[in-house]
C-alpha cells in the first residue's frame, strides 16, 4: 500500500489497522470518522497537522473517494476539521480533556441537597418473599383477559393513537375511573376533574408540583406512608409529622398557626399502616381549616376497595361541595403494580387553572394500555374481579388472624385488619422489628418492620406490617410459628 | 308502615323514599349508610340526636336487623355516630361545612409559584395536522409486528411480571439500548448506567431532581427546546438563555464565572430547532469547563438516529471519559410518541451515589412493554424500521427542501435540514410568524411559529419549523403554495 506525498506517519494507525469491511459502505465510513475523531481528541493528529486529499487517502485506504469526502464533510461539520488554503487541517481544539491519571482524585460534583433529604432506608424486597405489603394477588389477577383487551386496544384504535395522547389521559378511561369512584367510592365529580397519572406517587410528585413552592409546609401522618417523604423531598417541602391515633390524625389547634401547612397528606380511610379510620369529625375540620388557611389536602385512597367488615368508608373528597381535596388512587392494588396507572380527582375550582399547567407537564401516553383498561372496567371485568378479591383478601385476612392467634406466643395486639391486604402486629419495644424483619428476610418472608414508618423516635411505634395479598392462606400456620420464632429471638440480642 | 317509640321525625327522610332493593344486600347497606351520612353532614339530623335501635330502624324499613347493625357499625367507625348510655346518638361535629351561598366569595388557594413559571404559550396541534414537528411517520409504523412483541411479553412472561419491576427497568431492555447506542451513537457506557424513563421529559425532570437546587442556575439555548423549561421551572431553577449560532451553543467565557450553572441544557447534534451541529471545540470546552465548575450537562440527542448527509454526529457524552454528561434519548420519535418511552445514560461516576435515590423515586413498570420493546430491538425489527425511516425522510426532507424551492415567493433561508424530521424556514421580520401559524391551523396544518423557541424578544428568530415526518411527500406543492399565500398575507397586517 503506497503512500502518497503528504500523508505523513500521523496517519500510521489509519493503515496499520485494517478497516472491517464485511459491513458496507457506511459502517466504514463510520470506522473511519471514529478513529480520525479519537486521533484528533488524543493528539496523534495535532492541531493544524494537514490531512491527504480526499483521492489520497481512499487510494490509500481501498475505499471510495466519496466515502472520504462524506467522513470529511461530517468531520468539518463537527468542528474536527477545517479547510484551508493548503488542504483540509485539524481544527484547533484548545484544551482537550486529557484522560484522567489512574492517581488523580477526580472532582465529582454533588448530588442536590433535596436528593439527601429523600429517604433512604426505604422498605424493598422481592414481590415473591411471602407476607410482602402492598402487593395483590398476582396469581389470582385475570391475565388472560386483561391480554384480549391490550389486543383489541391495539388492533382497534386508529394510527393516531400512536401519537401523543390527550394530557390529562383517554377520555374513555376518564370516564371509566369516574363511574368507578362514584359506585365504589362515593366520590362525586365530572370528567374534567380526573387526570391519568404513572401511579399514585406520581399522582403526589404532581400535586407537589402544582401547589407548592420550596420551602413551603407539608403535614404528613406520623407513622406514615414513606413515599410521600420522596414527594415532598423532591419538592423541597418541609414535612412536618403529625401525630395518628385510633381515630386518625391528630392535629393540635396550635399547629394551624405555627406550622401552617401548603399540603396535607392523609390516609383517611385506612391510614397507613396503622389501619384507622380519620373519624367524620376530624374530616370535617380538616377541610374547614384547610379553607380557612388555604391548605390543600391530599387523600390517598389507597386500597378503599376492599373493605371486610360493613360497607366502604366514603371518600373524603365529596364530605363538602368544592373541598380543597386531591383525591389519589392507583391501579396498583387492584389490578397490578406493573400497570402503573393511577389518577388525581382535582378539585373542581382547580380544573380550569392548572389546565395550561397540565398541558406542558403532563404527555399523554400509553394510550393503548388505557384503552385497554376502560374496556376492562366498562365491560364489567373490572368489577367482578374486585368482588372476587374482596372475598379472597377477607378470608386471608380471616386465616392470618387466626393463624396469629394460635401460634403468637408473645404479647401483641393486631390494628388495621377491617380493610385492605395488610395488618399491623404490634409488638412490645423489647423485641425490636428491624432485627426481625431482617432475619424473616433471610427465609424469604417479606415482613416490613412497622418502625420504618416512624418519622420520629418512637419506641413503642414497633411491630411488623404483615401483607397477605399475595401470600395463599395455606402458608399462614407455618409462617406464623416462624414469626414467633423469629421475635422471640429478636428478644435476646438478634441472631 | 308504623313508626315505633323513639323513631323521631328526623328519620322521616328515611321512610319517605324506599330504599333500592334491586341490588342485594351490600347496596342497600351502602345506601342507608350513604343517607345517613348526608343527614348528619346538612344538619337533619343535629348533633346529639337518639338514633332508633338497630330493630326498630330494621323493622320500619323492611331490611335485616344485621344490616343495620353493620351500617351503625360503619357510621360509628367513621366517627358520625357514637354509643352513649340511651342507645346511639349522633356525634358532635363541629362546625360542619356549609353549602357556599351562591354570592359568598370563596377563597381559592393560589398555585404554586414555581407554576405560574411554567411556560403557557406551549406549541399544541393535532397530531394529524400537515408539518407538525416531532411527529413520526405513524402509518409506516410496524403496528402489527409490534403488537405481537407486545403479545409474546405478556404470554411469556411470568406472573411475576405483574409486580413491581426492577426502579431503572428492565434489564433486558437496559442491554437492548445499551447495545444500539454503541452501534449508532457511539455512546460507550455499561447497562448500570442506563436507566429508563417515561420519555425525555422524564428523563430531564429526573436529572433536576437528583442534581439542583432551587434557585441554581441553569443554561439553555435560545432559541431552544420549550420543554426544558417546564422541567427547569417545577425545580425552581433560574434558567439563563444562552445565544446559538451556526455551530451551536455558544457561551461567553465571562458566563462561567457571573452565572455559573448548575447544570447546562443542549441538543448538540442537532441543535433545537435551529439545527446548527455543535463543533468539537466548544463541547471540548463545554466538558471542560463543566468539570472545573462541578456542572452537569444535560445532552438531549432527541433525532439523531436520522441523519441525511453522511454519517452520524457522535454523541458528546462519549468524547471524553467520565463525562459529567447525562445523556437523553427517547423512543417517541424512532418508534412512536404513546409509547412514552425515553431513557438517561449516566455518567459512570453518578451510578453508584444515585442508586438508592432512584430506587425512593422510581417504580419500575410497563415491564410487558419494557420487555417487548427490548425484544423488538434484539431481534433486529427496529434496526430494520429505522434504516426505513431514515430513507423515507430523506426522501421527504428532498422533497420538501424542493418545494419550497420552486413555490415559497418571500425571501427565506434554510437551517436545520441535515438530519431529523424538521427544518427551519426563516423569515423577514416583516412577516409575523405567529399571524402565518394560526392562519395555517384553520388549514390544517401546523407549523411552528420559530418566535416560539425565543426566550428573550429576538426580532431575527422568525420563521417556521417546518415537520416532515408524518406528512406525505405528495402533498407538499399545494402545501407550500398555500404556506406562500399565508406568509404573504401576514405582510399586510394579518387576516
Redesign the interface.
Known sequence: MAIEEGFGPQLDFLLQAPLDRSRGA?PL??QL??RL?EA??DGRLPSGCRLPGSRTLAAALGISRNSVT??Y??LG????IEPSRQGTRV???????R??QPNEQ??????????AR???N?Y?AE??YALKPG?PA??R?P?AA??RC??RA??EAD???????PPRGEPALRTAILRHLALAR?VRCTRDQVVIT??A?DALMLCV??????GDTAWVEDPGYR?VQ?ALA?G?LDAVPMDVDG?GLRVPDAAWRTRTPRLIYTTPSHQYPTGA?????????L??KA?EH???IIEDDYDSEFRH??????AMQS??????VLYVGSFSKTL?????MGFLVLPE??VE??K??L???L???????QLALADFVESGQFGRHLGRMRRLYRTRRDALTAALAAHLTVPHSITGS?SGMHLVLHLPPTHPDHLIAAAARERRMAPMALSLCSLRPAPEVNGLVLGYG?TPESRYASLCRELDELIKSSARGGR
Chains 1, 2 share one sequence.
Do not use: M
Open positions: 457506511e465510513q463510520r470518522a471514529r475523531r484528533v481528541l462524506a467522513v464533510d461530517l461539520a463537527e468542528g474536527y481544527a484547533e481544539l484548545t484544551r482537550a480533556p484522560h484522567p477526580r472532582k465529582v460534583p454533588e448530588l442536590a441537597r433535596r436528593s429523600i429517604p433512604q426505604h424493598r414481590s415473591s402487593v398476582l396469581t389477577f391475565h386483561w391480554r391490550v389486543e391495539h388492533r394510527t393516531g393513537t400512536l401519537g401523543y395522547g362515593g404513572e401511579g406517587q408540583r402544582l401547589l407548592t413552592d420550596p413515599g420522596t423532591s423541597d381515630a379510620i380519620l373519624t367524620a369529625g376530624r374530616r370535617l375540620e377541610i374547614e379553607r388555604g391548605t390543600w367488615s360493613g360497607a366502604p368508608i366514603g364530605l363538602a361541595p368544592d373541598a380543597p397490578f403494580p406493573a400497570l402503573r375550582s382547580l387553572p392548572v395550561p399547567l398541558d406542558q407537564i404527555r399523554g401516553g400509553h394510550r393503548h394500555e377491617e399475595n
